[in-house]
């Protein structure tokens, strides 16, 4: 919950190469309060059944940019998510390799008092990300 003096953030991730949530995805948190301050590890959760991470850590007070790093290799290694892309018609043909992208690390700045919503759009090959509501 953001407040006066605070942000604060949430995101989901929508596999788009099943069109599913992703579940299971870790999520760490980072905080830094200037663009030359030192990043402060806040922690992480990881994403619900409906892709959702409703838990991350609040945000300390004088926050001006957030670092969210996804760890996505894990999660398309997983047998489950391997399942899923074999009985999608359009599955690509080398999804076994994992994911081209290991990691997906999003830096945004911040304003006090607001909420930011960032969605990560995911498929082994590529993402992308915007400011949700």
Request: glycine share 8%; charged share 20%.
């Amino acid at each position: 919950m953001s407040t006066d003096t605070t942000a604060s953030v949430s995101t989901h991730i929508l596999d788009t190469s099943v069109g599913r949530p992703a579940e299971g995805v870790a999520i760490t948190l980072a905080a830094r309060a200037g663009r030359d301050a030192d990043w402060q590890a806040l922690g992480g959760s990881a994403t619900d059944a409906d892709g959702r991470c409703k838990d991350l850590p609040a945000l300390p007070e004088g926050t001006t940019h957030v670092r969210l790093d996804f760890a996505v290799e894990q999660y398309f290694e997983s047998d489950n998510v391997k399942k899923q892309a074999d009985a999608q018609q359009d599955a690509p043909a080398n999804r076994d390799s994992g994911a081209f992208f290991p990691e997906v690390a999003i830096t945004f700045a911040v304003t006090p008092g607001e909420h930011y919503h960032v969605p990560l759009l995911l498929n082994p090959f590529g993402y992308s990300v915007y400011r949700g509501s």
